[in-house]
């Protein structure tokens, strides 16, 4: 295959034709001046022949007369013969002439389109090579040479190999044969070429063999330069296989679902994750056939919103693959309208089974550290819990001793000794609901979400609360909204967060003496559809340099305290969907306030 050398095309001269054509005009002229001196010749020896004549017959007047006549005759005849050979010689120079300044005119344009053309395949911007059947350059254009670095002569006369690289030259010799072998037919191919600096060049080579006047074959060769498309595709190419890796070692795959096809377009690790072999596409009913069963339906739910809707969408589901494990898996997508204004989404898939598995045991983990948690709090407040079992019971041991003095009465009352009997069982119930509220404290089932009532919750935490409270002197004032809304939540788990905010707040006012302290839980239902709730105390207040840490896990101000109560209200709440916040008080005191949202139908799904 011969490099991209000029198609030399050998201009001939056109000298020739306008000197033919004067040899001619000359040649036609000569002919018409011979015919004229003929005639003269004819009329001069017409006169001989009447001097002949009138000699002969003497002075005779009948004969002298008859050679006058003849004289003039043949002079007349002469004359008009003459005059109609000027006439025709005219004509036929007129014609000659405007036919040779045709030629001329003809000629003149021949050699100017000559002239255009050869300037055009000279430096036109596509290389043109021509070679002989042993592959030795013939021609080559100055464009195509100097964009190999050479000059024409460095080239002509060279193998055309000198311009290939040395692993690519079996190739060349290849290509040229199937040219050779296939004549008038044009055959194309890609390939480097080697400049004369060492540098490549890309070219597509387009190549025909023409048989010549001479019967010689020769290949005709146009080069198109292709280096940047070729560098664009190894470019491309080296990014797709980046980004192959890159999704490899991310466990992220890649999409695009056209909504108007259903037609769903997966990368190479997007098939990987769900375990399916590499296909040109993919329908919807595949991807739901490995959705774990208990998903699918949520998440066709958000395919038929995305598709409808045409707005982005993210959501988590489970895979359930052939083996019988699962996979979690997190998929994101984008809504772009394409070329025809259907709505296509391009999107991501990420494997998260690994992360879920460590979340899992990080909520285990923390888990436990709230159960420890919930246990330190309540053998703190042994005392009140003790105080509050007690009273019940207290209440239920007098009301027996009544109970019976009333049925050992002469006549007994047993009207009184039934109402004594409703007391004690309502005490006895009572004493129940507190000793069952410590003993769901202290489990450590998993957590169970299901729809709360907030102001509920507030009330059971107190109920264990109210000889705290007395016995630290704090005042309770409670600020309940009545129609709050109901939240999705661990009824244990919240009932840490308050008991711990309540327990904080009776700590941070035992310094306070010389102001009541008053601790005050406010209930509000948000405009964004969240639940507030505030604990208010007026206590020492935040330090303003422990603000940032107030939170970290094992960070205390408390002498005795371990430094986890709070970090571990903060990831209750988070896991929640709601956030924990503090901040201080206009007045004395410091106010933790956290959010949960409000219930919506579809949080169970």
Request: one cysteine or more; a negative charge.
């Amino acid at each position: 295959m011969l490099s991209p050398l000029v198609v030399v095309i050998v201009w001939p001269r056109s000298a020739g034709p306008d000197v033919k054509s004067a040899a001619m005009r000359k040649q036609t002229l000569k002919s018409w001046r011979s015919t004229e001196h003929s005639l003269i010749g004819s009329m001069v020896l017409a006169l001989l022949a009447a001097a002949c004549t009138w000699f002969v017959l003497g002075p005779a007047i009948a004969g002298y007369l008859v050679a006058i006549v003849l004289l003039i005759g043949l002079l007349l005849a002469s004359l008009i013969m003459m005059r109609v050979l000027a006439g025709a010689r005219r004509q036929m120079e007129a014609a000659i002439e405007g036919r040779a300044t045709a030629e001329q005119r003809a000629i003149e344009a021949l050699r100017e389109s000559e002239a255009q053309w050869k300037e055009v395949f000279e430096h036109n911007p596509v290389m043109y090579f021509m070679v002989d059947a042993n592959g030795v350059v013939l021609s080559v254009n100055s464009f195509g040479a100097a964009q190999l670095g050479y000059v024409v002569d460095e080239l002509r006369g060279q193998s055309v190999l000198k311009v290939f690289f040395e692993e690519d030259r079996d190739l060349v010799l290849k290509s040229v044969d199937v040219c050779l072998t296939n004549i008038g037919q044009t055959h194309s191919w890609e390939i480097r070429k080697v400049r004369k600096d060492g540098s490549a060049l890309w070219v597509r080579e387009n190549a025909k063999a023409v048989r010549q006047l001479d019967n010689r074959l020769i290949v005709l060769i146009a080069c198109e330069d292709i280096t940047e498309r070729k560098e664009a595709e190894n470019a491309l190419r080296q990014s797709e296989s980046y980004l192959a890796e890159a999704q490899r070692l991310s466990h992220t795959g890649s999409f695009g679902w056209r909504v108007a096809t259903s037609e769903i377009v997966w990368s190479e690790e997007t098939f990987r994750i769900f375990g399916y072999d590499k296909a040109p596409s993919v329908t919807l009913d595949k991807v739901a056939q490995r959705i774990h069963p208990d998903d699918r339906a949520r998440a066709q739910q958000t395919i038929d919103r995305a598709s409808r809707d045409g707005k982005d969408f993210n959501h988590e589901y489970r895979l359930l693959m052939p083996n019988g494990s699962v996979k979690y898996v997190h998929a994101t997508a984008h809504a772009v309208i394409d070329a025809s204004g259907d709505i296509e989404f391009v999107g991501a898939v990420t494997d998260v089974t690994a992360s879920k598995r460590a979340e899992e045991k990080l909520h285990e983990a923390q888990a436990e550290l709230a159960h420890v948690a919930r246990v330190t709090a309540l053998g703190e407040l042994a005392a009140s819990i003790a105080h509050e079992v007690n009273q019940p019971l207290t209440a239920v041991v007098a009301n027996a001793a009544a109970c019976l003095r009333w049925l050992n009465r002469e006549t007994p009352n047993l009207e009184e000794a039934r109402s004594t009997v409703e007391s004690i069982i309502k005490d006895g119930d009572r004493a129940g609901d507190v000793i069952q509220r410590v003993r769901a404290m202290v489990s450590t089932t998993a957590d169970q979400k299901v729809q709360l009532h907030v102001n509920e919750i507030i009330n059971e935490v107190i109920t264990l609360l109210q000889h705290e409270l007395f016995s630290h002197g704090v005042s309770l004032r409670m600020e309940l909204a009545p129609t709050l809304g109901s939240v999705l939540g661990d009824r244990i788990q919240l009932q840490q967060v308050v008991l711990n905010l309540v327990i904080n707040g009776i700590e941070a006012m035992q310094p306070v003496m010389d102001r009541p302290r008053e601790l005050v839980i406010r209930t509000v239902q948000a405009k964004d559809d969240q639940i507030l709730v505030m604990v208010r105390d007026c206590g020492i207040g935040l330090a303003v340099e422990n603000a940032d840490r107030l939170y970290d896990a094992f960070f205390t101000t408390k002498s005795g305290g371990m430094g986890m109560g709070l970090s571990i209200c903060r990831s209750i709440v988070e896991s929640h969907g709601g956030r924990l916040s503090a901040s201080g008080n206009v007045g004395p005191g410091a106010t933790f306030q956290f959010s949960l949202p409000l219930y919506q139908e579809d949080d169970s799904l």
